[in-house]
């Protein structure tokens, strides 16, 4: 059966309207993808403006949090530099005690030696006057007696 014109007509107006319906549906959907582009873009500006403040404040407290970081490790390096200069001065002063207690045994060595010399040199001069003197036994037991008191006494 072949369908009448009117027929045809009518299918045709059918098509035509499902094809208008179809085209309007197609560029309402068109218009909704390009809203829904535009909403997704202002949300992700939007996005992108929240993130940014919140990390502009992140570098800000960033900034904030290594000046003061700054400050204590010029205060901890001052410190250093402080407990350095003690301790430099701890050992001059360390170093000045050494050299004053080797000056002093120094000191107490060359005394103990010149004491020596000088007992020594005394004992050559008793023996030597002893000699000389020609005394008697018991006049050189008195000499000897009162110069080892002498030496004795020059030694205290």
Do not use: W
């Amino acid at each position: 059966m072949i369908p009448s014109r009117r027929e045809l007509g009518q299918i045709a107006g059918v098509v035509d309207h499902v094809l208008i319906n179809n085209n309007s549906t197609h560029q309402n959907t068109q218009q909704k993808r390009e809203e829904l582009f535009l909403f997704q873009n202002i949300a992700q500006e939007s996005t992108i403006g929240n993130q940014t403040e919140i990390l502009k404040q992140q570098l800000y407290d960033l900034q904030n949090q290594i000046l003061e970081v700054n400050k204590r490790f010029q205060s901890e390096q001052g410190k250093l530099k402080l407990a350095h200069e003690n301790i430099k001065l701890l050992t001059l002063l360390a170093e000045m005690k050494q050299i004053q207690k080797t000056t002093d045994q120094n000191t107490l060595q060359s005394l103990k030696h010149n004491c020596a010399k000088e007992q020594h040199v005394m004992l050559d001069q008793s023996c030597f006057s002893y000699q000389s003197l020609n005394l008697s036994q018991e006049n050189q037991n008195e000499l000897l007696e009162k110069q080892i008191q002498q030496m004795q006494n020059s030694l205290n």
